[in-house]
């Protein structure tokens, strides 16, 4: 991990709420709950807290982007 990665996973939250994934990245509420539901290797990683709390690492879910990026 260089210095530039360090400092922006000092600044930024390490877990994300439904709401925070929207405003960051875009995915709606209801793309999400899609994509948390598919039973494939697009399923879209997250954490559930106390049965009820859908969590998303950050770090996860960038890796999760970056694997499944679309190259022409």
Known sequence: M???????????????????????????????????MQSSN??????KVGGKYIRYSRASIDKWLEEHQVRG
Do not use: C, H
């Open 2 to 36: 260089n210095l530039e990665e360090v400092g922006y996973l000092k600044s930024t939250k390490r877990w994300l709420s439904p709401d925070d994934l929207a405003d960051e990245y875009g995915f709606s509420k209801s793309t999400q709950s899609k994509m948390r």
């Open 42 to 47: 697009s399923t879209i990683p997250f954490s």
